[in-house]
């Protein structure tokens, strides 16, 4: 798709991959929606973003609700007359599989999966109407093999991989100039780790499981280490621009994990675990 004179809507636009995106796409002329749950820091964001020329604007959005999503596409086509690009990128980190709290799980199932379905359902009808536009939604590498202590995020991100393979061939059936990609990164420079800054208060207690604390520790760790999310976004924007399904920023950690599975189902071992190691490319 010719990115110069579109309209993008980014979710989570106000930190890490969303607003390094957001940084891209205005530098290759499109006009920019961004939706964040955190008020202040997208206000500074599209602050930011204005001083560096983009036409831009915010809206505080919490992905959850289905009418806040409804609302960044009412926002493209009132300020900038159409949408073209939605990036369903909002996302929180989550806790084990065993001992994560039921709200814990419907908070970060709402935001990672719900979050998504809500950016489809808002966008999608209107991109098949007018015969184009393009779909990004971001997963993870733990979305590509499941990662210990990371149960609840690796289900979301699993189903987003799902979701997105399944709207590919829905698409490609319905509406062959409507594409859709998956963005499925090892581990990046953001403030994923403080994903609890925007946790509903009543659930943030911290942990007293020593499996679950020292989980926390390592992506944290993993993440500090990670690449930059300017590199992610390069990977996002050239994607869109080729009509590419696969976003794979660590090209050989998802292979890797892809055919470790594989062989696993083949009746070879287990895949084992280094965590650190995903932060590399
Ligand atoms: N950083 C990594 O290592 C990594 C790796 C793989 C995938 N991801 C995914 O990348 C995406 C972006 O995360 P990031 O790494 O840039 O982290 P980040 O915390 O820097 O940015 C996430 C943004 O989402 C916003 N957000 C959180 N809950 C929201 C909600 N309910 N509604 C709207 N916005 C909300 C946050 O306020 C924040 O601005 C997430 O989906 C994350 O799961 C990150």
């Known amino acids: 798709m010719e990115l110069e004179g579109r309209t993008a ?3 989570g636009g106000a930190s890490g991959i969303g607003l390094a995106t957001a940084r891209r796409l205005a530098a290759s002329g499109m006009s920019l929606v961004l939706g964040d749950v955190e008020a202040p820091a997208l206000e500074s964001a599209v602050a930011q973003l204005r001083a560096e020329g ?10 959850r609700h289905e009418d806040d999503v409804v609302a960044l596409r009412e926002a493209a086509l009132a300020e900038f007359g ?3 690009l939605v990036f369903n990128n909002a996302g929180v980190g989550g806790g084990p599989t065993v001992g994560s709290p039921t709200g814990v799980w419907d908070w970060v199932i709402d935001v990672n999966l719900r979050g998504v379905v809500h950016g489809v359902n808002a966008f999608v009808p209107h991109f098949v109407a007018q015969g184009e536009g393009h779909v990004v939604s971001t997963a993870s590498a733990a979305g590509l093999g499941g990662v210990p202590g990371m ?3 690796c289900a979301t991100k699993f189903a987003v991989v799902g979701l997105s393979e399944s709207l590919f061939h829905e698409l490609a059936l319905r509406a062959p100039g409507v594409h859709v990609s998956v963005l499925c990164p090892g581990f990046v ?10 946790m509903p208060a009543e659930l943030r207690v911290p942990t007293e499981d020593a499996f679950a604390a020292g989980a926390e520790r ?6 500090a280490s990670g690449i930059d999310p300017g590199e ?3 990977a996002v924007a050239r994607a869109v621009a080729e009509e590419r399904f696969w976003v794979l920023t660590h090209e050989r950690l998802a292979l890797r994990t892809t055919e470790s599975r594989l062989a696993w189902m083949r009746g070879g071992p287990p895949p084992g675990f280094d965590l650190l190691a995903a932060a590399r490319p």
């Open 9 to 11: 809507v980014i979710t």
């Open 82 to 84: 159409g949408a073209h």
């Open 189 to 198: 420079r953001t403030r994923i780790a403080e994903s609890a800054r925007n």
């Open 232 to 234: 992610v976004a390069d």
């Open 218 to 223: 390592v992506a944290h760790e993993a993440v």
């Open 54 to 63: 983009a036409a831009v604007v915010g809206r505080v959005c919490d992905v």
């Open 151 to 153: 149960g609840a995020y």
